[in-house]
T-cell receptor
Framework: AQSVSQHNHHVILSEAASLELGCNYS??????LFWYVQYPGQHLQLLLK??????LVKGIKGFEAEFIKSKFSFNLRKPSVQWSDTAEYFC???????????FGKGTTLSVSS | NAGVTQTPKFRVLKTGQSMTLLCAQD?????MYWYRQDPGMGLRLIHY???????AKGEVPDGYNVSRLKKQNFLLGLESAAPSQTSVYFC??????????FGQGTRLTVV
């Protein structure tokens, strides 16, 4: 079955630290990949997406992600986090054979100032 | 352009009561979805629709029903609420097999 795994459940960083959140997806054919962010009490917002082409994808708020096909990974990165990045981050996949996004369990990021 | 709007935002139900959650989108999207979000579980798909008059089951459909009588609306019904259905419910819509846009969520508590 198609699935998305996020191995970091809770990440705690100080402001200005670098961030990398892991995301792995299962084999199942062509897949579109997404990172969403959910700020406290709010709905999910799209950070970035990868369909094809350049495997390094840049999104909003200084986030980027790298698609590594050989590792089935789509990790999210940010060089320097801010207190306002405190949120829950979800990786999601949409397979060619599917219709709806399949989400990982999420990673809670806490940034202290 | 309001995007995806969910009604109500909060609700408390007693076990056995019924209710309907309404989702409305003004982006002319064909696809609509209902997810539930539980701590440590991420978002799990309940039901979805790929067009007016069509619905399909997702990962966790038991205890829920849906209807898509109009393209812009997607209703989620709970016929007999159970405490296990305490959750935050998110509706989403998309043009197709691309990114989805989410509503603000409905926090449902079943006591």
């Amino acid at each position: 079955a198609q699935s998305v795994s996020q191995h970091n459940h809770h990440v705690i960083l100080s402001e200005a630290a670098s961030l990398e959140l892991g995301c792995n997806y299962s084999y199942g054919g062509t897949v579109n990949l997404f990172w969403y962010v959910q700020y406290p009490g709010q709905h999910l917002q799209l950070l970035l997406k990868y369909f094809s082409g350049d495997p390094l994808v840049k999104g909003i708020k200084g986030f980027e992600a790298e698609f590594i096909k050989s590792k089935f990974s789509f990790n999210l990165r940010k060089p320097s986090v801010q207190w306002s990045d405190t949120a829950e981050y979800f990786c999601a996949g949409l397979w060619q054979a599917g219709t709806a996004l399949i989400f990982g369990k999420g990673t809670t990021l806490s940034v202290s100032s | 352009n309001a995007g995806v709007t969910q009604t109500p935002k909060f609700r408390v139900l007693k076990t056995g009561q019924s209710m309907t959650l309404l989702c409305a989108q003004d982006m002319n999207h064909e696809y609509m979805y209902w997810y539930r979000q539980d701590p440590g579980m991420g978002l799990r798909l309940i039901h979805y629709s790929v067009g007016e008059g069509t619905t399909a089951k997702g990962e966790v459909p038991d205890g829920y029903n849906v209807s898509r009588l109009k393209k812009q609306n997607f209703l989620l019904g709970l016929e007999s609420a159970a405490p296990s259905q305490t959750s935050v419910y998110f509706c989403a819509s998309s043009y197709g097999r691309v990114e989805a846009f989410f509503g603000q969520g409905t926090r449902l508590t079943v006591v």
